[in-house]
């Protein structure tokens, strides 16, 4: 039977952080031949996204602007015009509604 007063063995634990750095993780993964070429070529000639192109919360927040301007404005009038001319789901054009009245004030 063991001496329960002997302390138990313990292994030492190394920092051999040359270990934790040769597993794969997202940063040191290897992406060779994982990546889209299309996507390698746009960004080797430079090509980026437009910056004149609005973003739907652009188009809802002057929607917005120009339509409080207005006295007696409800909130279902803006969220249709939100649907028509920003292109908002009805659930989005409520969300969009909510953040932009909270930014306002």
Known sequence: MPDASAKPKTEVIKNDSDVIKSMPTMQNA???NKTDKSVVEKIEEGQKEKPNERTKMDIATEIYKQMMKTKGMTR??????FIAEAKLSK???STYYQLIKA???
């Open 76 to 81: 279902k009038e803006v969220l249709a015009k």
């Open 91 to 93: 659930a989005g054009a």
């Open 103 to 105: 930014a306002q004030k």
């Open 30 to 32: 290897s992406v060779e």
